[in-house]
Every structure is written in structure tokens, then in C-alpha cells.
């Protein structure tokens, strides 16, 4: 069956410029959350969606930053005046409700240069 | 402030062998664990979830345990395989009223044909 899957696979973009990343999830889960990974870390949680609400953002780093999911479905995390700092892996997981076990997809490898 | 170790960083045994993988976290004060597998290029798989008020879950050649009161968490894995190679990752969530994971930095294991 589908996973979940995240577009672009990879994006390098230029300081300053806004990026849009996408997650679809498993179809009928209602948990989505995103991640960012940095090179030899660990993910790093940026925000929670439960439906079409995002039921904890505390995550995001700063206001460049902003996720939606608009129809609790397929959500886009949006990166304002990126910087080269921001360069991460950025992880969607999706899960069944409140269910514990996150189904990942494979992340978007995003360069800023 | 919660904060998740993984030691060793990496790792590389002969197959056959028996390993065991170290988490530690600064707040013993947690709702549960999950131990994760990260293929390169790839999302997390979950493994293993232990709750608050267990102390360990098997899984097939997995075990995981977990001391709440000494902050540690151990995943042992028997008889290990090539196909076991990956990056373990340890993650807790802090309460039931989030969801959010904090993880560790992961341990690189590399097992040897």
C-alpha cells in the first residue's frame, strides 16, 4: 500500500528565497507531523497536526517558518527569507488518531545556498 | 530541560554477534519510549515502544528495556545480521499531553558479513 510520501526529494534553493515542501500522508490518518533532521543528528520536532488544526507548533523554529492542512489531508510546511541554516532533511510522519506508531516518509533534502 | 543520549555513536560488529544499544535521558519524568531505525536516504521505522509503566517489549531479535528512575533505555539486538545496518534511534515523549518526540543523535550500527 502507499506510504507517505514527500515532494520535492530534494530542493536547493538560494538565501532568501520561500520554499514550500509537501507531505502526503497515509490515507485516512489524522495525525501528521513534521521534522527536521540535521546532518548526524537526531529528527527534531516542528510541529503537530491533528486534522486540519495544528494541535502543537511549539516546534517551529521562528515565524519564517508556518505549516498548513488546509483539508486534514496532505499538508505543506512553507520557509519565508530562507537561510543557509535552515539546509535540513525535513521529515512528515503521518499516524491513525492519536495512535503511538508514526509512519515516516522519506524526507525532503533541502540546500540552502 | 529533556535531553536524549545515544552512546556509542557508532558501531561495528562482526554477524552473529549480540549488541546492545545505549539510550539515556536527563528527565526521568516521561510518558513512553520509542526506539527507531533510520536506513541512509530513508524516513524512521518504529521498533519498539515501551511505556512509562513497562519495562521492556520484545519484538522477534529485538528487546528493549526500559529504567524510568536511572534514565536509561537499552535495545538489544540477537544474532545480529548484515540487514540490521542502520542508524538507532531512541526518542521520548514527555507527557501525554503532547506529542511531541525529543531524540537522541542515533548510533550508527554496521554489521559485518
Known amino acids: 500500500g502507499a506510504g507517505v510520501s514527500q515532494t520535492p526529494s530534494n530542493k536547493v534553493t538560494e538565501k532568501g528565497k520561500y520554499v514550500e515542501l509537501r507531505c502526503d500522508p497515509i490515507?485516512?490518518?489524522?495525525?501528521l507531523y513534521w521534522y527536521r533532521q540535521s546532518l548526524g543528528q537526531g529528527p527534531e520536532f516542528l510541529i503537530y497536526?491533528?486534522?486540519?488544526?495544528?494541535?502543537?507548533d511549539s516546534g517551529l523554529p521562528n515565524d519564517r517558518f508556518f505549516a498548513v492542512r488546509p483539508e486534514g489531508s496532505v499538508s505543506t510546511l512553507k520557509i519565508q527569507r530562507t537561510e543557509r541554516g535552515d539546509s535540513a532533511v525535513y521529515l512528515c510522519?503521518?499516524?491513525?488518531?492519536?495512535?503511538?506508531?508514526?509512519?515516516f516518509g522519506p524526507g525532503t533534502r533541502l540546500l540552502v545556498l | 530541560k529533556q535531553e536524549v543520549t545515544q552512546i556509542p555513536a557508532a558501531l561495528s560488529v562482526p554477524e552473529g554477534e549480540n549488541l546492545v544499544l545505549n539510550c539515556s535521558f536527563t528527565?526521568?519524568?516521561?510518558?513512553?519510549l520509542q526506539w527507531f531505525r533510520q536506513d541512509p536516504g530513508k524516513g524512521l521505522t518504529s521498533l519498539l515502544l515501551i511505556q512509562s509503566s513497562q519495562r521492556e517489549q520484545t519484538s522477534g531479535r529485538l528487546n528493549a528495556s526500559l529504567d524510568k528512575s536511572s534514565g536509561r533505555s537499552t535495545l538489544y539486538i540477537a544474532a545480529s545480521q548484515p540487514g540490521d545496518s542502520a542508524t538507532y534511534l531512541c526518542a521520548v515523549r514527555i507527557s501525554p499531553g503532547t506529542y511531541k518526540y525529543i531524540f537522541g543523535t542515533g548510533t550508527r550500527l554496521k554489521v559485518l558479513a
Open positions: 497536526f491533528q486534522g486540519t488544526g495544528a494541535a502543537d
Open positions: 490515507s485516512g490518518h489524522t495525525a
Open positions: 510522519a503521518s499516524s491513525q488518531d492519536r495512535a503511538e506508531t508514526q509512519y
Open positions: 528527565d526521568s519524568a516521561i510518558y513512553n
